[in-house]
């Protein structure tokens, strides 16, 4: 009960520190809806090329391909972990969708299950972090960024596998 009332109430309490500050309240929240929407169209088209190449090696085949290859490299990662390894740096909607599709296959109390759990737990969208915060402030030097956010990811996914056989096996 008490949590249903968080939002209510802090709205209230924004309601009441602006009137006490004299601040003009729809021309601020107007003012923020324009600088989220420009903020929308400087970063749109990074996100829209990346959601592209994402979609594509889906939908290629290639995914299952790189899956089958890895599988045989990689024998003490499940395959179906291997695609969450593989799109985790990309994109975190991608990822809940394996992770959900391995819920759905292999059951959310699997060794999969859990391995994929950890790993999205564990590892970030480093593309996207750097695509959409890098963007904004207009840093085009990526490089030191994007080795050390995949370092970790790696590291990440590494923990994860240990972990999971650690406890879990």
């Avoid at 949590?3 to 003009?24: A, N």
């Avoid at 590291?155 to 972990?163: D, S, V």
């Amino acid at each position: 009960m008490s949590s249903q009332l968080i939002l209510p109430l802090l709205i209230l309490g924004i309601f009441i520190y602006s009137l006490t500050k004299k601040v003009d309240i729809y021309a601020s929240f107007i003012r923020g809806v324009k600088d989220g929407l420009g903020l929308f169209i400087d970063i749109y088209p990074s996100l829209l090329a990346m959601s592209f190449a994402i979609a594509l090696l889906k939908e290629s085949g290639l995914l299952i391909f790189i899956s089958d290859l890895l599988t045989h490299g990689l024998p003490m990662i499940p395959s179906e972990v291997i695609p969450m390894c593989l799109f985790r740096s990309f994109s975190g909607s991608t990822t809940l969708v394996i992770l959900v599709d391995i819920f759905q296959t292999s059951g959310v109390d699997s060794f999969a299950g859990i391995m994929a759990s950890i790993i999205e737990g564990s590892t970030d969208t480093t593309f996207y972090v750097i695509s959409l915060y890098f963007s904004y402030v207009k840093i085009k030097d990526i490089s030191n960024s994007l080795w050390i956010g995949l370092f970790a990811d790696l590291i990440g996914i590494i923990c994860a596998i240990l972990l999971t056989y650690t406890f879990f096996s």
